[in-house]
């Protein structure tokens, strides 16, 4: 592993502060390193590219890191993670995919991932995509994430994507069965002509089962966003989705959120807006001896934190 490709690790999975467990590091296609614990098993996939995460019932206080790293330009690198968490276990998965691409061909990675959550089981996911390099190449990334929640059990989805890909199309769907909860926030800043589609759908399966989406984005130079979240409510059950964009020079944004009640105890909200960064507040920090472009990167490190 060279320092260039450690570097991205280290930004996916921010292995210095995250306790370090079980982990799984792929670079270029294939595995690199792999760390199991007792707790904690990955076993590669015979069938196809990918792994299965083991988390026994009951496991707490441990975390799973599998992060990507593309460095080879004209790479398409495609991956399937099965992840099994035991009844009452409580981790913190954290995963991504970093490109540094400095060639001329698109280096490209679709991760599908699906979680099946136990009994009353915490999951914390983390998933950061980054992208850098001097190439003209493309760098994209297209992951799909599917979850199933069995009762009480919860899931927090953290999706960040700040600047640097190119083009990406998230998929994401969950399925929260009774008593159980899937809370997702997404992040996203796109600048240049870079392209980001987000669709996902929150399906409340059960009684008491909770949803919640929030998505904070942000749109720069002359890139493209669109965000299709969708709250199913099949019980008695809670779903929101919140999305807030700022919209800045040329780019353009589509929110259409939409929430679908199916069942008369269902109770579903969704609000969006977009909107420009507000002329006091970049007066407001001007006074502060703040310049013009050093007040909005300010003001978006606010937004998106």
């Known amino acids: 592993?060279?320092?260039?490709?450690?570097?991205?690790?280290?930004?996916?999975?921010?292995?210095?502060?995250?306790?370090?467990?079980?982990?799984?590091?792929?670079?270029?296609?294939?595995?690199?390193?792999?760390?199991?614990?007792?707790?904690?098993?990955?076993?590669?996939?015979?069938?196809?590219?990918?792994?299965?995460?083991?988390?026994?019932?009951?496991?707490?206080?441990?975390?799973?890191?599998?992060?990507?790293?593309?460095?080879?330009?004209?790479?398409?690198?495609?991956?399937?993670?099965?992840?099994?968490?035991?009844?009452?276990?409580?981790?913190?998965?954290?995963?991504?995919?970093?490109?540094?691409?400095?060639g001329y061909e698109t280096a490209q990675h679709d991760g599908i991932h699906v979680f099946h959550i136990g009994k009353g089981a915490k999951v914390r996911y983390v998933e950061r995509h980054y992208g850098e390099g001097p190439g003209t190449g493309k760098r994209v990334l297209n992951p799909k994430t599917e979850v199933y929640l069995e009762e009480g059990a919860s899931i927090t989805m953290e999706m960040t994507q700040i600047r640097g890909v190119?083009?990406?199309?998230?998929?994401?769907?969950?399925?929260?069965?009774?008593?159980?909860?899937?809370?997702?926030?997404?992040?996203?800043?796109?600048?240049?002509?870079?392209?980001?589609?987000?669709?996902?759908?929150?399906?409340?399966n059960g009684d008491d089962a909770t949803g919640r989406v929030i998505s904070r984005s942000v749109a720069q130079g002359d890139s493209v966003q669109v965000f299709r979240p969708c709250m199913t409510g099949k019980a008695k059950c809670f779903g929101h989705v919140q999305c807030d964009s700022i919209l800045m020079d040329a780019a353009k944004i589509k929110s259409i959120p939409a929430i679908d009640a199916q069942s008369v105890d269902a109770q579903l909200i969704h609000e969006a807006a977009i909107g420009r960064i507000a002329g006091d507040q970049i007066l407001k920090l001007l006074t502060l001896g703040l310049t013009e472009e050093e007040a909005e990167e300010k003001i978006l490190e606010g937004f998106l934190s």
């Open 1 to 102: 592993m060279d320092k260039t490709q450690w570097k991205i690790l280290k930004e996916i999975a921010d292995l210095e502060k995250t306790p370090q467990g079980a982990y799984n590091f792929r670079i270029n296609g294939q595995l690199d390193d792999r760390h199991t614990t007792a707790n904690i098993d990955i076993v590669s996939k015979t069938d196809k590219p990918g792994i299965d995460i083991i988390i026994a019932p009951g496991t707490k206080g441990e975390s799973v890191h599998i992060p990507v790293v593309l460095s080879q330009s004209g790479l398409t690198d495609v991956v399937y993670n099965d992840f099994f968490v035991g009844e009452g276990a409580e981790v913190d998965i954290v995963a991504g995919c970093g490109i540094h691409n400095t």
């Open 166 to 204: 190119d083009s990406t199309i998230r998929d994401t769907v969950a399925v929260v069965g009774p008593g159980a909860e899937c809370i997702m926030n997404e992040k996203l800043l796109t600048d240049g002509v870079q392209t980001a589609e987000s669709n996902v759908e929150i399906i409340l």
